[in-house]
């Protein structure tokens, strides 16, 4: 039962209730739905859905804006999201044919679609998912060629040239993502996201070569271009609801490569806000974590584990930080709260045994379940005082808490424990500092402890042993350390 460590951290989300509301209130859905609502049995569309261009001065007035091209642009734009969200139902007429017996022109008709009586009675979870749609739709649009010249595209029989576009749709939604996928990481990294990203940096971190020291002309060349690709792109994702973004400051495009140059020579915060600053909203995590997951990525969110048995939940937070793995435990805990803390505890405790690589860390975070499930848990822990396993950890628990009539361990538990405490903490690749502190207090606790150690009979004894000799601050003592290294392998025939 050994874990497997996650693609990426675990991401705290807020409540479908929450996300929800958060989607219904992103600027470009409002509009959508509002169009949605608006579009009668008079509204024209043409072969491709889109409203025709005749009732865009209309559309645009009833969502207050103004009846110039801006004004036509965005509600055009959010007519297409209402269409490719199942708003609204595009229906084709009979040939030459309209509803009303009038000759249709290549136009269609509208009608509201089931999407938009979900808005109303579904449920958050409906919300979302309708939602997502529309964040697709805006991806794809974000991902689409930006057609300086259409008509140059247009050969002479009508049909238009796409190989002229130099456009890779594949590379482009791959770049895209990739780029979404780094601003994902670095909201975990950073706590609750808090902090906005440079735009710089975030294009940075898709063509600097991680191993590069100064960053050639070329590569800086590429960062200013992608910087200013991505420009569109945030302007286009942000009111989806997904990001709030600071665009390029427009007076900085006079001089080309000014961006770039920004990116490599370290501009000092003020200037680095002018080259553009985003984050993910918590929608954005919400909405990126659904993209992974359909792609087949490794996002886990806190939570995930509640539902699931003692095993799942010790294995998935193995690699936990630990203020997520504390906030899963806590939501596991609380969904048992009707069978009460006994059971859970002793399916806690019957979870973490076993000698695979996996089970000192299950082990360790069974013991942090344990302090989290409260006093009620001793009858469950007291039940396993007698076990190989698990008797050491139950008798640190009990002390904790000040428990009367705790037996005295056996020496050789205590050996096993102090084994098995520190496979844990080298499996979860602990502080340093920490690590060593924890090996040396071990160690000096028991006179003559590497006389004894080897003969401990754990599948991680010797290397163990081996790690204290490279951790150890004393050089005697770590050399006595390797020494029972050696011993402890030669006794596994190893």
Not at 131 to 142: C, K, M, R, T
């Amino acid at each position: 039962m050994s874990a497997e460590r996650p693609t990426l951290p675990p991401v705290r989300l807020h409540s479908e209730a929450e996300l929800a509301r958060d989607a219904l209130a992103a600027p470009l859905f409002v509009r959508a739905v509002r169009l949605a609502r608006w579009a009668g049995p008079d509204a024209r569309v043409g072969a491709g859905g889109e409203l025709v261009e005749a009732q865009l001065p209309g559309a645009a007035e009833h969502l207050g804006l103004s009846a110039d091209d801006d004004g036509a642009a965005y509600a055009s734009e959010a007519w297409r999201l209402a269409v490719d969200t199942g708003l609204l139902d595009v229906t084709d007429p009979e040939e030459g044919e309209l509803p009303d017996g009038g000759e249709s022109e290549g136009e269609g008709t509208v009608t509201a679609g089931e999407n938009l009586e979900l808005l109303t009675t579904g449920s958050p979870q409906d919300v979302l998912g309708i939602w997502l749609e529309g964040l697709d739709a805006v991806h794809a649009d974000a991902t689409a060629p930006v057609l300086d010249d259409f008509a140059d595209l247009v050969g002479e029989d009508g049909s238009i040239d796409f190989d002229a576009l130099d456009w890779d749709p594949e590379a482009e939604a791959e770049f895209l993502d990739g780029v979404l996928g780094n601003l994902y990481l670095l909201t975990l990294a950073d706590g609750a996201g808090e902090g906005p990203v440079p735009l710089p940096a975030l294009a940075a971190s898709m063509i600097v070569p991680d191993d590069m020291g100064e960053p050639t002309d070329d590569i800086l060349e590429q960062v200013s271009e992608a910087m200013m690709r991505l420009d569109d792109q945030f302007r286009l994702l942000e009111p989806i609801g997904i990001v709030e973004y600071q665009p390029v400051d427009e007076a900085l495009m006079v001089e080309e490569g000014d961006a770039a140059d920004a990116s490599a020579a370290g501009a000092d915060e003020e200037d680095v806000t002018r080259y553009g600053m985003v984050r993910l909203t918590p929608l954005g995590l919400y909405g990126i974590r659904a993209r992974m997951l359909e792609a087949g990525v490794d996002a886990p969110a806190v939570g995930d584990l509640a539902d699931k048995g003692a095993d799942a939940l010790l294995d998935g937070i193995a690699y936990y930080p630990e203020a997520a793995a504390r906030a899963e435990i806590q939501l596991w805990l609380a969904g048992r709260g009707t069978q009460g803390a006994v059971p859970a505890a002793a399916e806690l405790l019957a979870a973490a045994r076993g000698t695979d690589e996996g089970a000192p860390l299950r082990r360790l975070h069974c013991q942090q379940a344990l302090a989290l499930a409260g006093e009620e848990a001793e009858p469950a822990v007291r039940a396993v005082l007698g076990d190989p396993e698990l008797g050491g950890l139950a008798r640190v628990w009990l002390a904790e808490r000040g428990a009367a009539d705790v037996p005295a361990p056996p020496e050789a538990m205590i050996f096993w424990l102090a084994i098995d405490t520190i496979a844990a903490q080298l499996d979860a690749d602990g502080e340093l500092d920490e690590l060593q502190g924890l090996v040396e207090g071990l160690s000096a606790q028991h006179s003559g402890f590497f006389d004894e150690a080897w003969r401990v009979d754990h599948p991680a004894t010797a290397d163990v042993l081996e790690a204290m000799g490279r951790l150890h601050g004393d050089k005697k003592a770590a050399k006595e350390a390797r020494k029972a290294a050696f011993k402890a392998r030669s006794r596994a025939g190893g």
